[in-house]
């Protein structure tokens, strides 16, 4: 098998490793209730931004979400909620990719955190639910300053293991 081949099955192998913890940590260890979800889903997520780049990240996050979806549903599927995993990926990939410097984390997460959690789930829980945007927005944006403290905390402890996993894999 060229070498080149068998790095492309590495990286399959790695990210279907990730999108499985992603669903682990998102869906049997995570609190969810229906506007509010806290748990350490990101973690995946950002491993693989860390590793692999952008565009694995968005991929795992969206995979995650879709395969969750089905195994352990928590209310209707709806796409919206895996295009915003996709997104928040890709963000992290962007920023953490190769470089995992304090202004990246903080930027990675406030961005994640306001485009993906705020903006963008909070819109999707408002179409689902028929639930008023405006009612929806303190809650989650009290959950988005807590788990982006959470975030930032945990990409920086990870950010001192990634040189050792990147000679791992």
């Known amino acids: 098998m060229s070498e080149k081949r068998s790095n492309t099955t590495h990286k399959l192998v790695l990210m279907a490793m990730m999108v499985a913890a992603n669903i682990v940590l998102s869906r049997i260890f995570s609190i ?3 506007n509010l979800k806290i748990g350490f889903a990101f973690v995946p997520v950002v491993l693989t ?11 795992v996050g969206a995979v995650a979400d879709c395969i969750g ?14 295009f915003t995993g996709f997104l928040v990926g890709v963000c992290y990939g962007i920023f953490l990719y190769k470089k995992q410097d304090m202004k990246g ?22 179409l689902l639910y028929g639930a008023p945007f405006i009612g929806l927005l303190p809650a989650r944006v009290m959950q ?16 001192n293991y990634v ?7």
């Open 163 to 169: 040189p050792l996993m990147k000679k791992a894999i």
């Open 49 to 59: 931004a860390m590793l692999l780049g952008p565009i694995p990240a968005g991929i």
């Open 32 to 34: 969810s209730l229906w």
């Open 144 to 159: 988005a300053a807590g788990m982006g403290i959470v975030e930032i905390i945990v990409i920086r402890l990870l950010a």
């Open 105 to 126: 984390i903080f930027l990675a997460v406030l961005l994640s955190e306001c485009i993906g959690s705020i903006l963008l789930n909070t819109l999707w829980i408002s």
């Open 69 to 82: 979806a089905i195994l352990f549903p928590i209310g209707p599927y709806f796409p919206g909620f895996s």
